[in-house]
């Protein structure tokens, strides 16, 4: 089947009613502003500071200037035509020390911010957690301590109080898998632990930080919408070699993550050094961990393929996968790709929400992330000509629609991102966005893809092919910006 003409239908394909069309950030991505206001460090300010830890040392002191281009912003999401917006609340921004004493001026830039949403149109969707953890409570334990977990139960509970009025839908957490194995494995994210230990540690109370953030959202707002996001990595065995392998990885880099919340349980064939040890596990933390959601977010970029390989004479596209001996994860080298090396797989995500509607007993599915990175430049034109990565939304959005035919409950679909940002490690280099950003100046430019994205969803159907029909282009927006 080819993906960019889902189910060879000739004509428009219509997602359902009430089909909610979004684009997300995060707030150490696009804020900057780091300094200001009262804002405590977190950890990927140290941590970007750290020599050698970031593309050409990039920091996210700046990023996108977010914090004082408030109006700008909110200009390209009207522009974009979009229904709902996915922002994160900066933890440090609004708990300093990660508990205690609220920075007013921080929780007074969200209230602006949903307030601005709403009065144009725009549904506003709230991470509590994506990933920058204050620098205070990494002082203490970071996610290897308890407290950790019950804090951000604490932040969920203040921004209830104070943006519950105004807020959609609530994400507890991004990525549990990130927070992790980048931050306490293999140490490419902040905080840039290598320990196993901490990471078993890490496991659980990332997972009990989202029953506590879940619990504290519900008590505050009884019919809020409330749900975890996560990045389910698809592995495919080539052959029976690789099986075993594909089960083991799985278990690690999904079912520690999927169980509790489905099941209220840990994976039983987990690896041991990264099972979260019973005396971590005190009674109720489990039926915290897997209290009833309103609906699951999937983050999705990417599956794995593995096979049988010989790690001494590695061929073109192979890699060694730790652990298992014997077996190669597998990069055709034909198939194609983005710049971030990941392959292009539309298919992947049809699969994976067939496999998230069994596991979750039907939950509303939004795809909360899916973008790609691509070396975008400005023409002497000054447009920037994205085709691949128009072709890149077509086709994981026909593959949205035939899981959806498929009987999957897919409620929404948020772009990442609206805008360039810093990509953490890879720092400015990278480019996900909608939009393109200058960043010596702020200046954003719509590129052909928010174009696209445009039609697509003031429309609420996907055409045959990933051409852009009629005119949708939002237009630069100025450089000059009024500050919050």
């Known amino acids: 089947m080819n993906s960019l003409t889902p189910g060879g239908a000739e004509g428009p394909r219509r997602f359902p009613d009430g089909f909610v069309w979004g684009v997300g950030t995060s707030s150490y991505q696009i804020e900057g502003a780091v300094n200001v206001d009262g804002r405590g460090p977190s950890i990927w300010d140290v941590f970007t500071h750290a020599p050698g830890t970031i593309n050409r040392g990039d920091t996210g002191d700046v990023a996108c200037d977010s914090y004082h281009r408030l109006d700008d912003d909110i200009r390209l999401l009207t522009e974009?035509?979009?229904?709902?917006?996915?922002?994160?609340?900066?933890?440090?921004?609004?708990?300093?020390?990660?508990?205690?004493?609220?920075?007013?001026?921080?929780?007074d830039y969200y209230r602006r911010l949903v307030e601005a949403l709403n009065e144009n149109g725009i549904k506003p969707v709230a991470t509590?957690?994506?990933?920058?953890?204050?620098?205070?409570?990494?002082?203490?334990?970071?996610?290897?301590?308890r407290d950790t977990a019950k804090r951000l139960g604490e932040l969920a509970q203040v921004l209830a109080e104070a943006i519950g009025d105004q807020v959609a839908m609530w994400i507890t957490i991004n990525e549990p898998l990130q927070t992790v194995r980048q931050g306490y494995i293999t140490g490419t994210h902040a905080p840039g632990h290598r320990d196993l230990t901490l990471a078993s540690a890490a496991i659980h109370h990332v997972l009990l930080g989202h029953g506590y953030a879940l619990q504290a959202i519900r008590a505050q707002l009884p019919d809020a919408v409330i749900g975890p996001t996560m990045d389910p990595q698809p592995f495919h065995a080539l052959d029976a070699a690789a099986q075993p392998a594909a089960d083991a990885l799985d278990a690690e880099y999904n079912r520690v993550y999927l169980d509790p919340v489905f099941r209220g349980v840990y994976p039983a064939d987990l690896r041991a050094d990264l099972r979260p040890p019973e005396t971590l596990i005190a009674d109720g933390d489990m039926a915290l961990i897997s209290a009833p959601i309103d609906f699951f977010g999937l983050n999705y970029y990417r599956p794995h393929y593995l096979r049988r390989g010989d790690w001494a004479d590695l061929r073109l596209g192979e890699s060694p996968v730790s652990g298992h001996p014997g077996v190669v994860q597998y990069l055709p080298p034909e198939m194609p790709r983005t710049v971030m090396g990941w392959p292009i797989v539309p298919d992947g995500l049809r699969d994976l929400l067939i496999r998230l509607h069994e596991e979750s007993g039907g939950l509303p599915i939004h795809i909360t992330e899916n973008g790609c990175a691509a070396d975008d430049y400005l023409t002497p034109e000054g447009t920037v000509e994205d085709q691949e990565r128009v072709e890149f939304i077509h086709g994981h959005l026909g593959a949205a629609l035939e899981a959806i035919d498929a009987g999957v409950n897919v409620a929404g679909y948020f772009h990442w991102s609206l805008m360039d940002n810093f990509e953490w490690a890879e720092g400015y280099r990278r480019r996900f966005g909608l939009h393109y950003v200058d960043f010596p100046s702020g200046r954003r430019i719509?590129?052909?893809?928010?174009q696209f994205y445009r039609?697509?969803?003031?429309?609420?159907?996907?055409?045959?092919?990933?051409?852009?029909?009629?005119?949708?282009?939002?237009?630069?927006?100025?450089?000059?910006?009024?500050?919050?």
């Open 80 to 107: 974009l035509g979009v229904g709902a917006y996915r922002f994160s609340v900066s933890w440090s921004r609004v708990l300093p020390s990660g508990g205690g004493a609220v920075n007013q001026p921080g929780l």
């Open 128 to 145: 509590v957690y994506h990933w920058d953890l204050p620098q205070a409570l990494e002082d203490r334990g970071g996610w290897g301590a």
């Open 446 to 450: 719509a590129k052909r893809s928010a």
């Open 455 to 484: 039609q697509v969803a003031l429309a609420g159907q996907l055409p045959p092919t990933p051409e852009i029909s009629f005119e949708a282009a939002a237009p630069e927006v100025p450089q000059a910006s009024a500050a919050v």
